[in-house]
C-alpha cells in the first residue's frame, strides 16, 4: 500500500509492505484498511494501518479463505465487514465484522444456499450487502447490528457485481444484462432489466443523477448502457471498459487505449486522451479537486485537467 502527494508532481509519502497481494484500500477514521493474500501466502489477511504515516495499528487479522485467496471489504459506523469467496468446509458462503479501532471480530453471519462469493460487500441502510452465486445466484441483506440475514432474494447468477446501495434502492447487475432494484429494506424486487440471456460474471455499476451506468453487455451496439434507476427503462448506451468517473456535467469512460470525456447532457466528447507508448490504462479513473486520475499497466499513475485533458503528470 502506498500513499502520494494531493497534487501532481507526486512523491511517495509512506510504503508498507504487506508481503501478498493487496486488494483496495478502505479509507476511514484516518486508517488504510487493507485485505493482503494470495496463493504464496495461503491466506488472507486484514490490516488497519495509520493513514498519515502507514504505521500499523492492528493485524494481521486473519480471514477464513476457500480456494481462490479473494476477499473484500466495506466501512460503515465504525465497522470492516469482510465477505471471503467461500468458507471452508460450508456450502455456503459468510460475512465477517471487525471493529476499526482494535480489529477484534465483532459476529459473523451466514449466507445461505451459495458457495461463491466474488460480490465486494456495500453497507448502508444499516445493512450489508452482497451477492453470492453457485446454483443460480443470491443478493443478501445482513443486519448491521448483529449479523442477522434481514432478506435474500433470487438473481442471474450473483458473481462480481457490488452491490449500487441508496436509500431508496439496491441495484445490482450481471452479464448479458441482468438488471435489478430492490427495496433496500424489505429486499422485495421493483424492476429487472433482461434481455432473456444469462451467465457467469457481471460488473458494478454506477449511479450518477438518476441514471445507472451498466457495463458487462452482450448484443448492443454498444458495450455498456444506460438505465433509469427509477423503472429500468433502457435510455441509451456508451463505451467503457471500467466504470466511468463523474464531475458535474461530465462523464469520464475509459478503456485500454483512452480516456474520454463526454458531456452527459449532450452526448458530446469534449477530450479524449491516450497512455504512453506501448502502455494502456488499467483501472477505473477517479476525479480529485478537478483532477482525472488513472493508473496505467505499467505501474504509472497519469493525472490530467478534468476541463480540457491536459496531462499534468
Known sequence: IQTKCLYPPFAVKWSVNLNATVRYPLIAENKV???????????VNLYALRASNGKKLWGPVSIPEGAYWWAAAAYD????????????????GAILAYSAKTGKQLWSATLPNQYLYSSPPTAGNGMVYTGG?????????????????????????????????????????????????????SGKQVWNYQDGCEGGGGATMALYRGLLYVRDTLGYSTNSILLDASNG???????????????DDTVFYTDANAISAVNIKTGNTTWTANPPNGDSYASPPIVVNSTVYVGTAAGSLLAYKAGDGAVLA
Open 133 to 185: 452465486a453457485g446454483e443460480g445466484g443470491t443478493v443478501y441483506a445482513v443486519r448491521e447490528k448483529n449479523g442477522s440475514v434481514a432478506w435474500t432474494n433470487g438473481v442471474a447468477n450473483g458473481d462480481n457485481s457490488s452491490p449500487v446501495v441508496t436509500k431508496n434502492g439496491v441495484y445490482v447487475s450481471y452479464v448479458c444484462p441482468e438488471t435489478y432494484r430492490f427495496n433496500p429494506l
Open 77 to 92: 459506523n465504525g465497522v470492516v465487514y469482510v465477505v471471503p469467496d467461500s468458507v471452508p468446509g460450508f456450502n455456503s
Open 233 to 247: 427503462t433502457m435510455v441509451g448506451g456508451f463505451n467503457t471498459t471500467f466504470i466511468p468517473a463523474f464531475l
Open 33 to 43: 484498511f487493507g485485505l493482503a493474500g494470495d496463493s504464496n501466502s495461503g491466506s
